[in-house]
């Protein structure tokens, strides 16, 4: 527990540093986030033989950021058909080694699913009034990611998934929800009284409704994480930040948080 609060000290205004300053900072934050998580999804996956291709996973991630960062439209389209096609070619030449065409569409698959993550977290905050609504969702993922900690421990007795992730219960669960509800209506309230956001864009209400859409959806991206990791038999992703695991242990929930925010802002606003 001491070892993941310091952990959370220094990592915590480095985040919110690049947050409050967007653009170049954030960027350069959310691509080295998607990227460590990349390399730790091949290295996962690879324990069962898979022959993921790296530099394709990476490749992939890279075109959607930089079509969530310019809305390079045009040019994902190009390099997603490329990217495709190179990586097929390849598990042609490479017949040989375990589940070729299993390991061509995974190596796909977790380029799509880290970029649109990171994109869509890179368009919340590059949208209009995205320093107020990025700075609402982040944090109401994480607190309601501790209620969800805190409430579980204390009393959670019925597991949601215990399959897929024994420490998850429902009663933490509600944990989770009511902090998120709770929380995004104190940042709708809040980022508008120190004119981060104006009240007509983001409110107690709205966030309220985010905060609970946040708390009851993102768990989704914790379990797929888990999931991987079960099949893979490893407990962490990875070991990059002490007391947490891995980057895609990090970011697992926030991969979501950025896709349902963004569209909620659209429906929004």
């Known amino acids: 527990m001491k070892t ?6 220094i990592i915590l205004p480095v985040v919110l540093a690049a947050l409050i300053y967007g653009r170049w900072p954030f960027w350069i934050l959310v691509a080295v986030a998607v990227f460590i998580a990349g390399y730790e999804y091949a290295r996962m996956l690879r324990r069962c033989d898979y022959s993921i291709w790296l530099p394709g996973v990476w490749v992939m991630t890279a075109l959607w950021l930089v079509d969530g960062a310019w809305e390079a439209d045009a040019w994902l389209g190009l390099g997603v058909s490329l990217v495709t096609l190179v990586v097929a070619a390849r598990q042609v030449l490479r017949h040989t080694v ?3 065409t299993a390991s061509w569409a995974l190596t796909l698959a977790g380029g799509l699913y880290l970029g649109i993550g990171g994109a869509y977290l890179l368009r919340l905050r ?8 990025t700075l609402t969702t982040l944090p109401v993922v994480w607190i309601a990611d501790s209620g969800a900690y ?5 009393w959670g007795r019925h597991k949601m998934l215990p399959a897929v992730s024994p420490g998850k219960s429902w009663e933490g669960y509600a944990g989770q929800v009511a902090s998120g509800l709770l ?3 104190f940042f709708g309230w809040l980022w508008p009284q120190l004119a981060l ?4 864009t983001l409110n107690p209400w709205r966030g309220l409704i985010l905060g609970g859409l946040l708390a009851a959806l993102t768990p989704w991206g914790d379990f ?5 990791k079960r099949e893979t038999g490893l407990k962490d992703s990875g070991n990059l930040i002490p007391g947490h695991g891995g980057a895609f242990d990090r970011i697992d929930s926030l991969l979501w948080a950025g896709v349902l925010a963004w569209y909620f802002v659209m429906l929004a606003a």
């Not at 993941?4 to 000290?9: C, E, F, T, Y």
């Not at 956001?197 to 007509?200: C, K, L």
């Open 4 to 9: 993941r609060l310091i952990s959370a000290l």
């Open 98 to 100: 375990h589940a070729p």
């Open 126 to 133: 590059g949208g209009v009034d995205g320093l107020g609504w």
């Open 150 to 154: 805190f409430v579980g421990r204390r």
């Open 183 to 185: 929380s995004g209506m």
């Open 197 to 200: 956001a104006p009240a007509s």
């Open 224 to 228: 797929f994480v888990s999931l991987i």
